[in-house]
C-alpha cells in the first residue's frame, strides 16, 4: 500500500492491483491482430523464387555424384525437371498476374485459385527432386560395384550314365502275397 496526496486527502493505493488493473486495461484496448489473406502475386512469386532455388540446390549436389556417371545422370535428371516445373510456374504466376485485373469477377478468382494450387503442387515436387538428387548422390544403386564373379561348374554325365542311373534308383515295388 502506498499513500498519495490528493485534493480530498491522502489515498492509499494498492500499487500491484493497480499495475494489474492498467495492464488488463491495455490489452483489453489491444485490437486483435488481424489475419489477412496474403497478396496472391507476392505469394506467387515467393513460390516461384523457391522453385528456382530448387534448381540451385540441384546444382550444388551435381558436383558430389563427379565421377560416377550413374549418378551425376541421376542427379542431371532431378535437375531438368526442377527447371520444366520452375518454367510451368512461370506460367502459373502469369496466369495469376492476368486474373488479378478482374477482381471482382469470380471466374478470375477461381482462375487464380486453381493457379495457385498448381503451383503448391509444384513446390510439393521441388522438393521430392531436392530429396531425390541427394539420395542420387548417396545411393548409387543402378550399378553393380561387385567385380568377383564365382561360378560353379558341375560335371554333366553321359547320357548312358544317365540311362543307368534313373533305372537303379527306381525303387522296386513291393512283394505281394497271394
Given at each position: ?9 491522502e ?16 490489452l483489453?484496448?489491444t ?10 502475386l ?22 558430389m555424384?563427379?565421377?560416377r ?7 542431371s535428371e ?10 510451368l ?5 502469369a ?5 488479378l ?10 482462375e487464380?485459385?486453381?493457379a ?16 531425390g538428387?541427394?539420395?542420387?548422390v ?7 560395384d ?11 554325365p ?9 533305372l537303379t ?10
Open positions: 500500500m502506498r499513500k498519495f496526496p490528493t485534493d480530498l486527502g489515498v492509499e493505493v494498492d500499487v500491484t492491483a493497480g499495475i494489474l488493473t492498467g495492464l488488463w486495461l491495455w483489453a484496448a485490437p486483435a491482430p488481424v489475419t489477412t489473406a496474403p497478396d496472391p507476392v505469394l506467387a512469386r515467393s513460390q516461384v523464387r523457391a522453385l528456382y532455388d530448387g534448381i540451385e540446390h540441384i546444382a550444388r549436389v551435381l558436383p555424384a563427379a565421377g556417371a550413374a549418378r551425376a545422370s541421376c542427379v532431378k535437375q531438368a525437371e526442377a527447371r520444366i516445373g520452375a518454367r510456374g512461370g506460367d502459373e504466376l496466369r495469376i498476374k492476368a486474373n485485373q478482374g477482381k471482382d469477377d469470380p471466374r478470375a478468382a477461381g487464380r485459385a486453381y495457385q494450387r498448381r503451383l503448391e503442387l509444384l513446390i510439393q515436387r521441388g522438393g521430392e527432386l531436392e530429396r538428387a541427394r539420395i542420387c548417396d545411393e548409387d544403386r543402378s550399378s553393380i561387385v567385380t568377383q564373379v564365382q561360378v560353379e561348374i558341375a560335371t554333366i553321359a547320357p548312358d550314365e544317365r540311362q543307368q542311373d534313373t534308383a527306381q525303387p522296386t515295388p513291393p512283394a505281394t502275397s497271394r
